[in-house]
């Protein structure tokens, strides 16, 4: 970390405490709970909720959150509850999240990792290499 312009210190070779986080976020665990979302224990950033047959889930990664369910009115009352605490902005349906290409197709969501994939070979200057039928 480095100290931002205009800031100066007698000690070049000092640690820094963070007192709160980098990016200030609204958004925090009890914020998801207190709307009935329970926690996933498979992945921190993923909220669940379940009322009679309505399933919502919220997938939360720093500012960008995806939310998906198999009712539409209720995943709008979901997001009209997000607006009124932290000001949201809908830009509709995800194609991209995360490094995954999201899909709709007739009977659903199709979901892939094509695009990360190829981001992976170019860091690595790859793109060109030829497949192999073994190691």
């Known amino acids: 970390m480095e100290l931002p312009p205009g800031v100066t210190s007698k000690r070049t070779q000092s ?8 990016d200030g976020l609204k958004q925090t665990s009890k914020q998801w ?5 329970a926690r996933s224990k498979e992945d921190n950033s ?17 500012d960008d ?5 198999n009712n539409m009115k209720d995943i709008e009352d979901v997001k009209n509850s997000l607006n009124i605490a932290f000001k949201i902005k809908d ?9 995954l290409e999201i ?33």
Request: hydrophobic share 50%.
């Open 46 to 62: 993923l909220f669940i909720k379940v009322v009679g047959t309505s399933f919502i889930v919220l997938l939360i990664y720093v």
């Open 91 to 99: 830009i509709g349906h995800s194609k991209f999240f995360l490094g």
């Open 15 to 22: 640690i820094y405490r963070l007192t709160k986080p980098l």
């Open 33 to 37: 709970l207190s709307i009935n979302f």
């Open 65 to 69: 959150i995806l939310v998906a369910g």
């Open 103 to 135: 899909a709709r197709i007739k009977n659903g969501i199709h979901i892939c990792q094509r695009k990360y994939a190829l981001e992976i070979l170019a860091d690595a200057c790859m793109l060109n290499a030829k497949p192999a039928s073994h190691p």
